[in-house]
Each structure stands twice: as C-alpha cells, then as structure tokens.
C-alpha cells in the first residue's frame, strides 16, 4: 500500500503504508487487479482474513470491507 485513507476499512485495520497484501481471504493476492477482483460486494461488511507483509514479516490481520462513500 502506498496510502491509507483517514477512517477507512483499511485504517480500521491497521494496515500502514507499506504494507504488501499477499492474501486475502484465503486467496493469493499478486497485484491490486487480483485484489479488485476479490473485493466483491458480496464480501462488504463480512470480517475477512488477510496476509500481509510488513517489514518482512509475514502478519495476518482481520479486515471489514465496506462500501467507499
């Protein structure tokens, strides 16, 4: 990630700039096209894991998709 937005789901979170996602609910995350795709409106409001590498070390933290306003 290159930003995090104030009040944002990934704020909520806690990712940071910086942060690489490698896996989103389970599934491999290899580029923002990937997690687009996987950013369905299904998943809005259902708590997912993700992976994500962080200074090198590999973290998995919960995140709640929701719609941008």
Avoid: N, Y
């Avoid at 979170?13 to 096209?33: N, S, T």
């Avoid at 990937?34 to 590498?53: A, Q, S």
């Amino acid at each position: 990630m290159t930003a995090v937005s104030e009040g944002s789901a990934a704020a909520e979170a806690q990712l940071r700039p910086g942060d690489l996602i490698v896996e989103f609910a389970g599934e491999a995350v290899r580029g923002l096209d990937d997690l687009h795709r996987l950013l369905t409106e299904d998943r809005i409001g259902e708590l997912l894991p993700i992976k994500i590498i962080r200074r090198g070390e590999l973290r998995r933290i919960l995140v709640t998709p929701r719609e941008i306003s």
